[in-house]
Nanobody, 124 residues
Framework: QVQLVESGGGSVQAGGSLRLSCAAS????????MGWFRQAPGQEREGVAT???????RYATSVKGRFTISKDNAENTLYLQMNILKPEDTAMYYC??????????????????WGQGTQVTVSS
């Protein structure tokens, strides 16, 4: 079972940057599909980005060109670099792990392990 702990959230003005981290522990982290999701109040959980064991990345259209997902297998850590943040990026951000390779589209139902989330608030 994979355990995931996010950090790095906070409050920032529009146009600013944040980097989220997700520390993973447990069996088989490096072989899983890892992803970032976000959920704003009253909205469904939305897939933001994924990265597979082969390093291939996928992004939601809304964040493409602004966000970058990466991972450090030696440190068992997943990252999400978020640049040019917008107020509509405000949400709780979750790290997730899947028991198989990444597929498109990015759907929350394909991921079985979740962190507790870290809040990102972007003010205009």
């Amino acid at each position: 079972q994979v355990q995931l702990v996010e950090s790095g959230g906070g409050s920032v003005q529009a146009g600013g940057s944040l980097r989220l981290s997700c520390a993973a522990s447990g069996y088989g982290y490096s072989s899983k599909c890892m992803g970032w999701f976000r959920q704003a109040p009253g909205q469904e959980r939305e897939g933001v980005a994924t990265i597979g064991s082969d390093g291939i990345t996928r992004y939601a259209t809304s964040v493409k060109g602004r966000f970058t997902i990466s991972k450090d297998n030696a440190e068992n850590t997943l990252y999400l670099q978020m640049n040019i943040l917008k107020p509509e990026d405000t949400a709780m951000y979750y790290c997730a792990a899947a028991g198989w390779g990444c597929i498109a589209p990015i759907l929350a139902g394909d991921f079985g392990a979740w962190g507790q989330g870290t809040q990102v608030t972007v003010s205009s």
